[in-house]
T-cell receptor, first 113, second 115 residues
Framework: GQQLNQSPQSMFIQEGEDVSMNCTSS?????WLWYKQDPGEGPVLLIA?????ELTSNGRLTAQFGITRKDSFLNISASIPSDVGIYFC?????????????FGTGTSLTVIP | EAGVTQSPTHLIKTRGQQATLRCSPI?????VYWYQQALGLGLQFLLW???????NRGNFPPRFSGRQFPNYSSELNVNALELEDSALYLC??????????????FGPGTRLTVT
């Protein structure tokens, strides 16, 4: 099946620092989604991307659909304590696979006040 | 607008029993996905329902099954529970547009514990 490699696996940063994480796939994707999950809760959709090169912002968050269509990036500027959580990328391959979305393994973010 | 809802929040069962989990999608969404998230792991795709039909299933044994009702709500059944079935079960809903699916919105999950 499809593999989504998400990195880094975990990050420990000081409040106010910027954060970058990325996700790569083994094949071309036509949709990339970024989610944040707090412990014991369901993932919350942050940003959705549908076109190669697309750059979309949601407050302090910015995500990009890579030109190769095999990767995506999420940046968080000026981190704050409530940014703590696990960030997941998800994508849908261009090649039809029964409408399945594939998820990365997550990036655990810890923000130190 | 109400989001995706799931019930129960927590469920405790013993090995060999059956568990039933329920999901109500966002109004207007016809597709429901089920995922399993074991502790500390990513999301594993279980099942996809659209317009009352099972459209796709992940790599799980047949004792994981479900259905979608005419009002688009869905039920996940897990038979002959095993200890390793303990996990957070997440439901997501979306609008399905032919071969393209749009963003999925998740419910809060049901925490299933098998003892």
């Amino acid at each position: 099946g499809q593999q989504l490699n998400q990195s880094p696996q975990s990050m420990f940063i000081q409040e106010g620092e910027d954060v970058s994480m990325n996700c790569t796939s083994s094949s071309i994707f036509n949709t990339w989604l970024w989610y944040k999950q707090d412990p014991g809760e369901g993932p919350v959709l942050l940003i959705a991307l549908y076109k190669a090169g697309e750059l979309t912002s949601n407050g302090r968050l910015t995500a990009q659909f890579g030109i190769t269509r095999k990767d995506s990036f999420l940046n968080i500027s000026a981190s704050i304590p409530s940014d703590v959580g696990i960030y997941f990328c998800a994508g849908q391959p261009e090649l039809y696979t029964g409408n399945q979305f594939y998820f990365g393994t997550g990036t655990s973010l810890t923000v130190i006040p | 607008e109400a989001g995706v809802t799931q019930s129960p929040t927590h469920l405790i069962k013993t090995r060999g029993q059956q568990a039933t989990l329920r999901c109500s999608p966002i109004s207007g969404h016809t597709s429901v996905y089920w995922y399993q998230q074991a502790l500390g792991l990513g999301l594993q795709f279980l099942l996809w329902y659209d317009e009352g039909e099972e459209r796709n299933r992940g790599n799980f044994p047949p004792r994981f099954s479900g259905r979608q009702f005419p009002n688009y709500s869905s039920e996940l059944n897990v038979n002959a529970l095993e200890l390793e079935d303990s996990a957070l079960y997440l439901c997501a809903s979306t609008v399905y547009g032919g071969e393209v699916s749009y963003e999925q919105y998740f419910g809060p999950g049901t925490r299933l514990t098998v003892t």
